[in-house]
Structure formats: structure tokens, C-alpha cells
């Protein structure tokens, strides 16, 4: 098909927006005429939410994906993009710090090129179309004022139907994150750690934190499971207040309602595989009974070995269960496979599945492995001490499909 033609197909297909019904299927198939016509392989539609103060990808095409990711206002390319009247044309990532090694630095994904229009609504801008990997190095002027029109008529049909996006996931809210900071002091000056934190975790996930070394993502993690405070912000446990905990709170807390497995094993060596648990059990309040939770993974065979007589993968298999026999709302892996070898800790994360599949708890895993998020429910990437996107898994993947 001509140039023209294309066009043509395009702008039809935008002006069915103005007059259909199903406004996500409408965007979708425009959005595909469109980067058929800018002859590029993937695009993406982002809109922001005032309410969540994030930016969401609500349409994704073609061979990237993005469907899921959000960004909060401000960060990146896309936040950026989703401020100003001016499109964005990155011609080489390679050559451009916002694209470390042609990556995304918000998102974490692979382009060579990128184009972003902002959608405009009377003075405001509500969102941006962002076209990926074009074959040609200029886009045209024509191509420029067919996306700019997609934009502008996009923006119209948003606003005369009110469609607005976030997701809103059916699970169960069991803590709360607000505005969550931490400082600590660094010689005479104050080091800020975390700079912001909004985040939900929800009843019956695997939620995995990404993040380079130092970004913050162990800290938030150990104030997500008691063993640090917030400086600032507020933080909800099953719909009630835990922002300003006391010790003997935090004790309790730590004690009945999480359950943590680490890269070190942390086993006691003059204890059996059943005594290990055994000595979680006795000290909380609702356990489950320690037989059955050695039985969960996959031990009963080896309840009576000490840690010595075991392998790393079987060790491991241990922690998990003094996890899991508290009975615990939530449980929190550090790097849980960073000790062991490929086999050996896809069967851990296989074992960590089941508990997500069977519904025994939650999971929040830090993990610097990128492969490893790919099973996860939501993945949560976290830059200089904000979270820069959160990635819903429609599909995540199994653990035994995973590699690394």
C-alpha cells in the first residue's frame, strides 16, 4: 500500500474513534494503523492519572511490549514527554544517557529509536503516543502530522467519553505504602534513601523489586517487613494505621506476620531440618503445624538431617518453610537464589510459585535478575530511590521456562 493510502487508513480509522463504542479495541486497531503507516515495529499510548500521580501504558503494539508498565509523573523519557508540548525524537538511544546501554532507564527495555508525541487537551497534556524502532532515520513531514493528528483526535475522544485508566486489580490491599522516605545520617550530611514510595501490595502476589545496587529497593524491603521505619510517610496494614509503630509492635509484627527467606540460609547448625522450624513455630502465634510445613517443601525425607547433611538448594528449601510455618500474611526473599546454581534455584522458585498458586501467602522477592521477573505478578523497578514503573504480568511465566 502507497504512503497515501495508509495515511488515508489511518485517519479513518482515528475518526471511528470520535464515534464508536469500544474505545480500547478502537485505540488498539488505530494505534496498529499507525505504526504501520510510520513504518515502525512497536508503539505505545500512555495516559496520565492525577489520582495515582502515574503514567500508564494503555494501548501497546507490536514486537515491545508494554502493556502493564507505569511510570510515575515526571521520570524518564515518558515523563518527560507527558510535560511539554513538544514531541520527542531520540534518533540513536545508543548516544543518549537516558538509554544506558540502549535501554530504557525507567522501563528496562531494548530500542534503537523512539518518538514521542505528547496529546495535548485544551492547556493540558493528558498523555503521549510513543512510536518505537522506525526504519527510517527522519520521519517525514507527513508522518509527523499524521501522529500529531492521532494525538490531538485521541486526546478528543478521551475527553468526550471521560475515559480515564488505572488498573484496579480485584485482590485485597494488605499493606499500604504513602510517601515513604528514608534518611540516614552520612558524617555531617544526611543521606536520603528512599525519596517517595507509593506502593500497594496485594493478597496473593509474587511482587518482585528491581533495582541497580544502592537504588534502595533492600531498604524498602526491610521497612515493608518491620525490620526498619519510615522517616516520613504512611504506611497501612490491612486497612489499619502502622506508620509510627512501637518496638514491641514491630516485634509482634516481625514475629506473627512475616515470614523471611534470605541468601544466607541463617540455619541453626546443631538443629535438625524439623527442629529449624520447629524453633520459628513455638515463638508465633498462629503456626502451622512444622511437620506439614516441612512436607510443603518437599523435605519429610530429610526432617531429620542437619544443615551439614543437606545441599544449598535443600537448605534453602528449610528457610522457606520456617517462612512458611508462621502462617505469615507475607513472606520477603532477598536475592533467594543468588547462592545457588541455575537448577538448584529454579527449583526454589518453582517451590515459590506453588505458594502464589495455592494461595498460601504473598511474596515480595529483591532480586537483581531481571530473568527472574518475568514470573512475577507485578514488577516493581525502583531507580534513586523512587519507584520508576511498575509492570503488570498478564502472562507471567513459569519458573520451570525461566533462564539465566
Not at 503516543?129 to 501522529?147: C, G, M, N, Q, Y
Request: contains cysteine; proline residues 4%; hydrophobic residues 40%.
Amino acid at each position: 500500500m502507497s504512503d497515501s493510502g495508509r495515511d488515508i487508513k489511518t485517519i479513518w480509522k482515528i475518526m471511528q474513534l470520535l464515534e464508536g463504542d469500544d474505545i480500547e479495541s478502537l485505540l488498539s486497531e488505530a494505534l496498529e494503523s499507525l505504526i504501520g503507516a510510520a513504518d515502525a515495529k512497536s508503539g505505545a499510548m500512555w495516559l496520565k492519572n492525577r489520582d495515582t500521580k502515574h503514567i500508564y501504558c494503555v494501548v501497546s503494539s507490536g514486537e515491545t511490549n508494554l502493556a502493564g508498565f507505569s511510570v510515575e509523573f515526571g521520570q524518564g523519557l515518558i515523563g518527560q514527554a507527558c510535560n511539554g508540548p513538544d514531541p520527542i525524537d531520540v534518533k540513536e538511544t545508543s548516544s543518549d544517557s537516558r538509554f544506558p546501554g540502549g535501554k530504557d532507564e525507567i522501563t528496562g527495555i531494548e530500542m534503537k529509536n523512539v518518538f514521542c508525541m505528547p496529546m495535548p487537551l485544551h492547556k493540558d497534556i493528558i498523555g503521549c503516543v510513543e512510536i518505537i524502532d522506525r526504519s527510517a532515520k527522519e520521519f517525514s513531514d507527513d508522518t509527523k502530522w499524521l501522529i500529531r493528528s492521532f494525538a490531538g483526535l485521541v486526546s478528543m475522544a478521551i475527553d468526550e467519553r471521560g475515559y480515564s485508566y488505572a488498573p484496579n486489580p480485584d485482590k485485597k490491599v494488605i499493606m499500604s505504602l504513602r510517601g515513604i522516605k528514608k534518611d540516614y545520617p552520612s558524617g555531617l550530611e544526611v543521606a536520603h534513601i528512599l525519596k517517595g514510595i507509593d506502593l500497594d501490595v496485594y493478597e496473593n502476589e509474587l511482587l518482585v523489586i528491581l533495582g541497580e545496587s544502592g537504588c534502595g529497593k533492600s531498604t524498602l524491603l526491610n521497612i515493608i517487613g518491620g525490620m526498619d521505619s519510615a522517616t516520613e510517610g504512611e504506611i497501612t496494614v490491612e486497612g489499619r494505621d502502622f506508620s509510627h509503630p512501637t518496638q514491641q509492635q514491630l516485634t509482634d509484627y516481625r514475629r506473627d506476620s512475616i515470614g523471611f527467606i534470605f541468601q544466607a540460609y541463617n540455619l541453626m547448625p546443631n538443629l535438625t531440618a524439623l527442629e529449624n522450624v520447629k524453633l520459628i513455630a513455638q515463638n508465633c502465634k498462629n503456626p502451622l503445624d512444622s511437620a506439614k510445613a516441612i512436607d510443603m517443601v518437599g523435605l519429610t525425607q530429610r526432617a531429620n538431617n542437619y544443615p551439614s547433611m543437606m545441599s544449598g538448594g535443600q537448605q534453602q528449601r528449610v528457610s522457606i518453610a520456617r517462612a512458611i510455618v508462621k502462617n505469615p500474611k507475607l513472606i520477603l526473599a532477598d536475592e533467594p537464589t543468588a547462592a545457588l546454581d541455575f537448577a538448584t534455584g529454579q527449583e526454589v522458585l518453582m517451590l515459590i510459585e506453588d505458594l502464589i498458586k495455592k494461595k498460601v501467602t504473598t511474596v515480595v522477592m529483591v532480586t537483581h535478575n531481571v530473568e527472574i521477573a518475568k514470573m512475577a505478578n507485578r514488577v516493581v523497578r525502583v531507580k534513586d530511590g523512587r519507584i520508576a514503573s511498575i509492570r503488570i504480568n498478564a502472562w507471567p511465566m513459569k519458573a520451570e521456562e525461566l533462564v539465566w
